[in-house]
């Protein structure tokens, strides 16, 4: 017989429980006293933007799941099992990935909110297009990040307004990215292409394209999937971001003072009220404006392919590093563990206070990589605009301009085998502590050989994250059979 936890569940998992146990009826936000109008859709739409980055889902600890699974990092302290991928997760980070399942759903519910309400208000008709595909676009975010790691899950498509909807089966992997591709063709026609800085974490139609892009790459669907790349390449307008140096890395992309660029295409913003604390992850207490506070939790992983490094790369001196300069100048190098990630810093923080450098979700590199990939997937060959969307992203690692060729280009001499190699590499490099490594891994069915080349042992119970307990429970049309393997 199933336990029923159903309140506290549900008011995880949803939002209209804010004030069910309030006295006070003026603070329970109802159908009668909200959306009204305009100011009321964006107040809710702004609401499900909200579940970006305010809790465990996709920072911190979604992201420590991610990161520690990741081959290049390990994870230290309570984070340890996470990187431990011959046994299920032990119980303190079981509970992290259910907290991040639940303010998934969080941010679902609030999406379904803003579409079923919406739609009633007496507004601008363009206006309210742009709400209802962003929303829609959100859904869809937030349902890929479940199909991804947990496989098939519920689907809920409707606000949580009654216990009776408390029934949901989980749904197969193949429903859920059916809903996630519909949702964004229906969300992609009335985004909007671009938005002022003062609205840079908003996503346009071109951030839509790039999720539908990914969705086509973990689906196979290889010419989808190239050909929504190469849109967002042609037309977008974004430019890679020329680098010089290591540290235009953290100057013009990473920087805590850095709003935007023009490779950003959607980001997680953060400031100084809204701030990140992934840096307290990644560093130790030292001088220098690194890590203040930090306990150092995710420690590079040098038998993965950060030991064989070329230097050269500017990305290699920017994502670690082994040594910090003190105010005086005094160069201090570090103890053990040795390097450490060196991405997110902010000197300007308080001792053990949040960061403000925004967290990347897509960059014009990534559209650049999926069409290498998918268009020599979808051929079985290179063509000579795939090693050149590949030789783009490495040109500009080594200082040089993407657009034109380079002393350090790939040639033309590659297998389709060693080429495909080369883009998941890339990828690697590119997007170190950006949560795409692992998902890499998964949909490309290499964590296993990967992950064993590093040195550790592999079960197939780290290829998915347990469903949560309290939804097994309390959902009626879901069993213990429901359970991922291993749980």
Known sequence: ????????????????????????????????????????????????????????????????????????????????????????????????????????????????????????????????????????????????????????????EKEFTDFAQLPAPRASRQEVWDFILNDLEDAIPDMVNSFPNGQAGRASSWSAKMLLADVYLNL???????????????????????????????????????????????????????????????????????????????????????????????????????????????????????????????GTAASGGAHRNNVPIFRLPEAYLIYAEASARASNSVSPLALDRLNAVRRRAYGYNPLASSPVDYTSALTFDQFIELVLQERGYEFILEMKRWNDLLRTGKAKVVIEATGKTWSDVSLLFPIPVDEINNNPAMTDEDQNPGY
């Open 220 to 346: 196979q669907n290889w010419q989808m999937a190239a050909a929504v790349a190469e849109d967002v390449i042609l037309n977008g307008g974004y430019e890679f971001v020329a680098i010089n140096e290591p540290d235009d890395f953290h100057r013009k992309i990473y920087g805590p003072d850095v709003i935007t660029h023009s490779e950003n295409i959607w980001s997680i913003q953060h400031s100084e009220t809204n701030g990140n604390t992934i840096a307290q992850f990644l560093h130790r207490t030292q001088p220098g404006g690194y890590g203040v506070g930090g306990f150092f939790a995710w420690v590079p992983v040098m038998t993965s392919f950060l030991g064989t490094w070329d230097k050269n790369d500017f990305r290699q001196n920017y994502n670690t590093y082994t040594f910090t300069t003190a105010p005086s100048g005094q160069v201090i190098p570090l103890p053990s563990p040795s390097p450490l990630f060196k991405k997110y810093q902010d």
């Open 1 to 156: 017989m199933k336990k029923l936890y159903i309140l506290p569940i549900i008011c995880i998992l949803f939002t209209n429980c804010i004030g069910i146990l309030d006295e006070d009826p003026k603070s329970f936000i109802s159908r009668t006293n909200f959306y009204r109008n305009e100011s009321d859709a964006f107040a809710a739409l702004h609401g499900t933007y909200g579940t970006l980055g305010s809790g465990s889902f996709p920072t911190i600890w979604f992201m420590a799941l991610l990161e520690c699974r990741a081959d290049y990092s390990d994870g230290r302290g309570s984070q340890v099992s996470i990187s431990n991928y011959s046994q299920p997760l032990d119980a303190s980070n079981q509970v992290r990935a259910w907290n991040s399942y639940n303010e998934i759903y969080q941010g679902i519910n609030r999406a379904n909110a803003v579409l079923d309400n919406v739609p009633a208000i007496v507004m601008n008709e363009n206006t309210k297009k742009q709400i209802l595909a962003e929303a829609k676009f959100l859904r869809a975010f937030f349902y890929s990040n479940l199909v991804k790691y947990w496989s098939g899950v519920p689907i809920r």
